[in-house]
């Protein structure tokens, strides 16, 4: 064939409008670049073995963003032979143009997802000391979540400003300080404040994922903790939902801070007949044989006295709050077990007296004669 009986691309297309034409042909394009894409991800994930596991792991997870490059390269190359006007090719230009900044974005925050991911793989929270692990966690997913919001906050702004009726708005919004910057600031104060928080709890860290932690009465571990709320596993399995900044700006309890060994409380109330160092004798007994007991804490104690009983308090101590739970549970039940067959004298329990009848009483009662 002659080059005088090639026919031009744009001459192919020449009936369509320009608009349709366009289109068309970004269209056609995708769909090859996509089949393309799905042919070279084949070939390469047979051509590493199921050994290469991270190669594979990071075919899977850049999939879609690396064909959403490629359908992006594709467009460009065919917009150049596209048949449009200098206006319309003008806001083409501005829509790729955003694309690029949003592809940009997304690459980062793929990066930033398998950077975090890779780190945390070496930490593992399903075991009993996981204080660093849930400290390195927490760490990492709090400031992953701030650098996805500072990276989509640049890549939307960065994006927007390749329009420019847009840039234009936004150079009139910073220069001026009205009413109208006043609006903005306060509509941006409860992201700004959460971002803060966020920043600051993954710096101080006064909380941790799998935290123990005692907040508005309830209590509970804390489950997830996002760019904005905090999400805490009651212990009848609802969700207590608080927001970010709570954990900066109010107090709360936090059992679980320094390790996740805590000590357990259990109160009981008896007679002034109990003998308390047999009590304690048995505190020792029980706890031995109990596999939730780490071995470090178990005492009695009397902490009160009122004009009909006292108070003991028994301190054990376990490996976790959720242990320390059912510890104390266990402890309670077998101490007054303990106490009602042994010494049921030592329950708590009402005197009466009876008042000679020589002292002026009628039928063991006081009379008031004067």
Not at 151 to 158: C, E, H, M, N, T
Not at 347 to 364: C, E, I, K, M, N
Request: hydrophobic residues 50%; contains cysteine.
């Amino acid at each position: 064939m002659s080059d005088e009986q090639i026919i031009p691309f744009h001459e192919l297309l020449g009936w369509m409008p320009a608009w349709a034409a366009t289109a068309l042909l970004l269209v056609v394009a995708s769909v090859v670049a996509i089949i393309a894409h799905g042919i070279a991800i084949r070939l390469l994930t047979a051509a590493f073995s199921r050994r290469a596991i991270y190669v594979q792991t990071l075919l899977q997870r850049t999939r879609v963003l690396t064909r959403v490059i490629i359908i992006f390269i594709v467009c460009v190359v065919v917009t150049q032979a596209a048949p449009l006007g200098g206006d319309a090719r003008s806001l083409l230009s501005s829509v790729l143009g955003a694309c690029v900044f949003a592809i940009a974005g997304w690459t980062a925050i793929v990066a930033v997802h398998i950077a975090s991911d890779l780190y945390l793989s070496r930490f593992r929270i399903d075991v009993e000391d996981n204080l660093n692990a849930r400290k390195q966690i927490t760490q990492v997913r709090i400031l992953r979540r701030v650098a996805d919001t500072m990276i989509v906050l640049l890549a939307l702004g960065a994006g927007l400003m390749t329009f420019e009726s847009v840039r234009q708005y936004g150079v009139s919004i910073f220069a001026s300080a009205g009413a109208a910057g006043l609006v903005l600031g306060l509509a941006a104060r409860p992201v700004l404040e959460n971002l803060i928080a966020g920043i600051q709890i993954a710096v101080t860290q006064p909380i941790r994922i799998d935290d123990a932690v005692v907040i508005e009465g309830e209590w509970g571990w804390i489950e997830e903790i996002t760019g904005t709320y905090v999400v805490i596993r009651i212990w009848d399995w609802r969700r207590l939902i608080v927001p970010l900044s709570y954990f900066i700006q109010r107090p709360f309890t936090n059992w679980t801070r320094e390790t996740a060994s805590i000590i357990g409380t259990v109160f009981l109330h008896a007679d002034y007949t109990l003998p308390v160092d047999a009590l304690r004798n048995h505190l020792q007994e029980i706890v031995g044989e109990m596999p939730l007991w780490d071995g470090k804490v178990a005492v009695i104690q009397v902490t009160d006295a009122t004009d009909r009983t006292i108070e003991v308090r028994a301190l054990v101590s376990a490996r976790t709050s959720p242990e320390a739970w059912d510890l104390r549970c266990d402890v309670r039940e077998r101490l007054i077990s303990w106490i009602r067959d042994n010494y049921p004298d030592s329950l708590p329990q009402v005197r009466s007296a009876a008042v000679p009848q020589d002292r002026g009483t009628v039928g063991g009662i006081v009379s008031q004669q004067e």
